[in-house]
């Protein structure tokens, strides 16, 4: 599987396709507003901040799977993040990441990688590398600004030219 394969639906209604961001690292977080978790949105946007310039991409994609806490439509999730959390990095339309309505990007995770690298909650990251790979995930706890996520976008940018 590669990642740049893939297109969503964007937040805003049109098309996000993932090729648009060919040879950048991306990562993608299954996103939720009214998690313990949601807070993970400010750090979210300080990686885009941060990094976008070097190359990093960062998607999120609400979800309602888990605990049905994304319970609004698209308007109301990009108001919610615009309001509390400023959010500037692309987000998909909502979309469920498990089971028989998961988007077929996550089919594709849990056909190639199983069931231990699929979400069990919000905020679950995965980190793709420039050439679509996946390189690495970590679970909601593991906060965006971890020093082994920090560490693995920074390992990725570091042969990315702009």
Known sequence: ???????????????LALSTYHRQPILIVNTASECGFTSQYQELQGLWMDYNQSG????????????????????????????????????????????LDAHPLYNAINEEFGHDAMPRWNFHKYLFG??????????????PDDSDIIHAIECNLQSWVL
Not at 130 to 143: C, H, I, N, T, Y
């Open 1 to 15: 599987m590669n990642v740049f394969e893939y297109v969503f639906k964007s937040i805003d209604g049109g098309s």
């Open 56 to 99: 990093l991409v960062v998607v999120g994609i609400p979800c309602n799977d888990f605990g049905q806490q994304e319970p609004g439509d698209e308007a109301a999730i990009a108001g919610f993040c615009e309001t509390n959390f400023h959010i500037t990095f692309p987000m998909t339309a909502k979309y469920s990441v498990m089971g």
């Open 130 to 143: 420039r050439d679509g790979q996946l390189l690495e995930f970590w679970p909601s706890k593991v906060a």
